[in-house]
């Protein structure tokens, strides 16, 4: 077993270091590992103007991907929970992890199909691809969301909340809201890291000037290694910063409920 | 009356459950007990007062108004429930002073207001702790201090001790008569607990199968209860089918008991119930008194359980469960005198 776990780990590890080496290497062509040392690619990258663009549509991207799932979901998941019919609860789940379950491709193929129209002349826009992103995204908030409901008890909270008082308006803002405020962050960097991450539909759905930094990857990787090593480096840094932040929240978010 | 249930019926939808014809008062100042096996109806009892459910017929006033159409915020009823329900985010004193701040007390007068409700709990000194850093019972104090601190016009306990332990529980059981004497408010609580029941409650009302068999003081309830099934739910009992033979004297399946057979004429069938403490172990047949009946068997069962001791006697097929306290001797006979045999009708009223 414990071989098994080395080689695995040696598998899992092996890319990253290699992109690590390649993008401080000089030349690498026909060889295991790169010849010299040098700074130069991550230079380079900072001065492409097409990888700032797609930097900034990335962020653009993401934090409206962010606000969307948030200011969409927590109602959604609130009506949801609330919603006493079992079938009904069931329904809404369900339609909420299709997105999950459907390939990607799938989606993407049919915004293209859809958004080329001429009545939908909207492909390759930045909003088409935020909400993209969004169908993508919200049913791992929704999910997070629903199962902490459940954890809390929060149709209980309300319950009490409403005996001693409080109507719909305060019952929503002084209970429900703060109460599911680890769930809704912790959601949310999942949500983000899928985002930054995210290339199918991207890939497809995105038009020349508001490529995402994944689909900016495929393009660099056209070119020189060193330069498209040092941009992988940069998004696996993103996503190692989201999914530490991730388990920093939810760590804070067990203590509080423990 | 404080509350006032006027043949209230609700059927939950697509089901058989629910409640039927219930008619319960409660008066100012009382605590109501409602207990039964779970699914007999008790919490839906309190949510169809606290206004979580709506009635499908009949009326619930609360101090002579009409509850129907009221949504729960508008109630103004204190509701404690068995999960302490407090809100996380919030420390003891902000959860106390909540219903205060939903009604617009500004924030300086509703904390002061809040720790003397704490302090009322024996909470002084946990103002600022928040509800994860502090025990079950403390919970439970708060849940209770916020329940009561905007002077609801009843309050309603749903199976508040049963998440605390078996000793917690009946420490907070004296707290909350405490509080609930203090404040001299109707409170309904529900409970499945028979000791919790009978020791706190000023009266109690026995619920099956979503209908109250039998509202009264708990030393009623025990000693004349209603029917066989209100006499076997709130304590163990001997219940033996007779018939009354002569005015003053039941025919059992095992002898002739005298009793007190008013009410009943000769050639009913009626239920004898004897609780097993009132049945005397004898030593020898010599030791009986006076009046009463002695049969004599055989010891089948004889279990020492500290302060109580058990027995079962077998006698012409039927079995006499007895219970003694300091009685150490042998036991060759029991005896049961008249008055501790109760007549209850033979078939249960909704059977």
Redesign the interface.
Known sequence: MAVLTYLYLIFLVAPILLLLVGSFGGVWANTLLPTGVTVHWYGALFEDPSLQRAFRTSLVVVTATCVIDVVVGVPAAYALHTQARKAVRFAGRLVSLLPVAVPELTLAFGFILLFSTDALPWLGSTPLLIAGHVVLTLPYLLNTLLADMEH??LA??E?????????FT?RFF??VV??L?HSVLAGLITAAALSIGEFQLSNLVSGFLNRTYPTFLLQAFYGATGFACAATVVLLGLAVAAAGIGAAVARAGGR??? | MAIHFENVTYRYPGSDAGVFDINLEIADGELLVVIGPSGSGKTTLLKLL???IEADSGRILVDGQEMAGL???R?????V?Q?Y?L???MTAAQNVA??L???GIPRRERLLQARQALARVRLDGFADRLP?SLSGGQQQRVALA??LI?SPRAL?LDEPLSALDAFRRAEMRDEIVRVQREAAIATLHVTHDLEEAMSIGDRVAVMHGGRLLQVAAPQTLYDTPADRRVGAFVGKANLWEARVSVPGQIATAFGTLPCDTQGWVPGSSVVALVRPERVIPLANLADGRASGAVFTGTLCHDRFAGPTRRFDMAVGGAVIHGETGGYRGGIVAVQISPDAVRLLPPTTFDA
């Open positions: 809390l008890r209980e909270l319950a009490v909340a409403g005996s001693l008082g409080a109507g305060s002084d209970v703060p109460s405020r509080a409920h423990g | 606290a206004g979580f949504p729960p915020h109630r103004n009823l204190g509701i429930f999960s329900a809100f996380q985010h909540y219903p701040k939903v009604r994860s916020r329940a905007f309603l």
